[in-house]
């Protein structure tokens, strides 16, 4: 069976978050009202969602994490909580620890890429990626990992894709749990896209 209930190998929160990181890339609201309302129900903690929530920006960009939240709040009205203090040395700082592990040997290569493609490119990905995002608190940078093979998946990225399935087991991600992942958003984001999925993964 597709779906939420073949998720095993991961905790239970980490079940719905996949899918609903799915759900907030593609613009699916009405199913992502749904899986929330199951989510909560379940005693998944509204800042969990919140964190999964914020961290699809970086891929699906500030529309989809805005309507996203839209579809939160109809649910749980804001709970007026603090914004963090903005400390760019912090973020980037944290954000070359947290890219060191989710890269590890590969870093070095990424750097020279990333650089060649725009000069002011790396530091933006260090510091609003992998520092600003990738390691804020209360979800885990394997569980960001996760989370990010399954926004990956839904928008068809192959190339970052690959990195992020690497990633997430370069921080302590089973290819088990790597596999229901994929498996677990089928019917959000399509047969096809879980197909090209699992074609990378079998190659890493």
């Known amino acids: 069976m597709v779906g939420f209930f073949i998720l095993k190998a991961m905790n239970k929160d980490l079940k719905f978050l996949t899918r609903i990181v799915s759900l907030v890339s593609l613009g699916k609201r009405r199913k992502l009202k749904s899986e929330i309302v199951k989510a909560l129900s379940s005693n998944v903690k509204l800042e969990r969602l919140e964190e999964a929530i914020l961290q699809c920006y970086l891929f699906a960009g500030f529309p989809a994490v805005i309507e996203g939240f839209k579809?939160?709040?109809?649910?749980?009205?804001?709970?007026?909580r603090k914004s963090k203090k903005y400390n760019v040395n912090k973020?980037?700082?944290?954000?070359?620890?947290?890219?060191?592990?989710?890269?590890?040997?590969?870093?070095?290569?990424?750097?020279?890429?990333?650089?060649?493609?725009?000069?002011?490119?790396?530091?933006?990905?260090?510091?609003?990626?992998?520092?600003?995002v990738l390691s804020r608190d209360t979800l885990s940078l394997k569980?960001?990992?996760?989370?990010?093979?399954?926004?990956?998946t839904s928008l068809g990225w192959k190339?970052?894709?690959?990195?992020?399935?690497?990633?997430?087991?370069?921080?302590?991600a089973k290819r088990s749990e790597i596999e229901e992942v994929i498996k677990s958003i089928s019917d959000i984001c399509g047969k096809s896209k879980v197909a090209t999925a699992f074609k990378i993964l079998s190659k890493i």
């Open 71 to 80: 579809v939160l709040r109809e649910i749980k009205p804001n709970t007026h």
């Open 143 to 152: 569980e960001r990992e996760i989370l990010n093979v399954s926004i990956l």
């Open 91 to 132: 973020f980037r700082a944290e954000g070359i620890k947290t890219c060191r592990k989710v890269y590890d040997k590969n870093f070095d290569k990424l750097v020279k890429n990333i650089k060649s493609l725009h000069p002011e490119l790396f530091d933006w990905m260090i510091i609003e990626g992998y520092g600003k």
């Open 159 to 172: 190339n970052q894709l690959h990195s992020h399935i690497k990633g997430a087991i370069n921080t302590g």
